[in-house]
């Protein structure tokens, strides 16, 4: 009989950004039941998903036995969901109203690979399911209370947006770019879009050309160049007319960086000219642009100049690449985070919460991987991993100071000052 303790239920559960333990939970295996593997995701701050994959060789069938952990830190034990072919976690929400956690769950069917979507009851452990045709999409966008399916057909231009809620209620709205829409949407999807999680603070994010964020209700893809940036708005809840925006990059000599991050309903832009770092707004809708400043402007009257030169230098080199974020403060202001990653180890992941708890159990119960252990600490992650980790050198290696501003709704810079949370 083997033994499984869930030890990563007492070390990852958060509330406030502060890292609170729990109780621990064993889960034993039968001597024919063999373990396949383990999932952990966040809900949200509050709530969290566990789930151990193992196959039952009696019954002949592959099992999940899920955990839950709700905003009080209590572990319940879920009952079991069988599959016949081994499955695969594809996403996981929660309804907090009615206290539904739903799976979406990938296995083999008869013809084709079919999506199970299981509804259970984390008060009373009541279990409802659906299944449909499934093929592995493009990109997965994991909300609360909702997931929404991006699937795309090679390259052909068209994208079918599959928004589920629960076993019983989803839909779908398809979207063709073939015609005048063409050029800007293979522009915007020559690479495959990095899906950004605005759920949670933002340290960094994402150093790809074309990003994906869910804000106001809407699909908001973008895309940097050294000359253009690009929006791309859709509503996955019912068919608009796709939204494109177009912006000119210029008023600059030679740039050497551009990265962007959507908040709400604005576009940022971080541009870097090696010779200052300019920051612009833009509304998303109206491409109206909303803020025209820069580094040298902001805070050359409150920042050591010889400090502010190194950062724009070494922002430049040509290893690193310039992250800009913009995340809500508890008044309702916005802080703007602008800093540099080297790209060459640096990984924004929207699932970062996983890999966390990944690395914590190659730490504690496969020590003759330490090898992997020593690259992987070399690897950044994009989410404020300061909130998640009382380990946090493990996780990144940041020598620099970020720079933070602190701007109102009216644009107006409150406070302008380098990061002092300075990890080494």
């Known amino acids: ?19 609170y333990a729990t109780d621990e939970i064993t889960f034993k295996l039968e001597k024919k039941q063999k373990l396949i593997g383990t999932f952990s995701g966040d809900i949200n701050q509050e709530f969290s998903v566990h789930m151990i994959i193992f196959k039952d060789k009696n019954k002949d069938d592959y099992r999940i036995k899920p955990f839950f952990i709700d905003q009080n830190q209590q572990i319940k034990a879920l ?29 083999e069917g008869e013809d084709e690979n079919e999506l199970h979507i299981i509804d259970i009851n984390t008060q009373n452990n009541f279990q409802k399911r659906s299944k449909q045709p499934f093929k592995n999409s493009y990109l997965i966008v ?7 399916l991006i699937n795309r057909e090679d390259d052909n231009p068209e994208l079918k947006l599959v928004t589920i809620k629960n076993s019983d209620t989803s839909s779908e709205v398809n979207y063709n770019f073939e015609g005048e829409n063409l050029e800007d949407f293979e522009t915007i999807f020559d690479k495959k879009p990095e899906v950004i999680n605005t759920k949670e603070f933002v340290e960094n994010g994402s150093v790809n050309e074309s990003k994906l964020y869910f804000s106001n209700n809407k699909l908001v893809f ?7 940036y690009k929006t791309l708005q859709l509503n996955p809840d019912k ?33 870097n000219d090696k010779e200052d770092i300019s920051l612009q707004s833009y509304d998303v809708n109206t491409g109206s642009k909303l803020m025209d400043n820069s580094l040298r402007k902001s805070l050359q009257n409150t920042i050591d100049k010889d400090i502010l030169d190194d950062f724009i230098k070494d922002s430049s080199r040509n290893r690193n690449g310039l992250t800009g974020t913009v995340n809500t403060t508890e008044d309702k202001k916005m802080l703007v985070t602008i800093d540099y990653v080297d790209t060459r180890t640096y990984n924004y992941n929207y699932n970062w919460w996983f890999h966390h708890w990944f690395i914590h159990q190659q730490m504690m119960f496969q020590q003759q991987m330490m090898q992997q ?11 404020n991993v300061s909130s998640y980790s009382d380990n946090e050198n493990i996780y990144t290696k940041k020598e620099h100071k970020s720079i933070q501003l602190l701007i109102d709704t009216d644009f107006q810079f409150l406070q302008m000052k380098p990061n002092q949370s300075e990890r080494k």
């Open 142 to 148: 994991r909300l609360t209370d909702k997931s929404i």
């Open 239 to 271: 068919k608009e007319e796709p939204h494109f925006q177009n912006i000119e990059i210029s008023g600059f000599d030679k740039v050497k960086d551009v990265n962007s991050y959507i908040y709400k309903d604005k576009s940022f832009l971080f541009i």
């Open 79 to 107: 009952d079991e969901v069988s599959f016949m072919e081994e499955p695969t976690i594809v996403s996981y929400h929660f309804e907090q109203e009615s206290s539904n956690l739903s799976l979406l769950v990938s296995a």
């Open 1 to 19: 009989m083997k033994k499984i303790t869930l030890l990563f239920l007492s070390l990852l559960v958060f509330s406030s950004g502060l890292l």
């Open 373 to 383: 252990h020593q690259q992987m600490q070399m690897m950044n992650y994009g989410p």
């Open 222 to 228: 973008d895309y940097t160049s050294e000359d253009i």
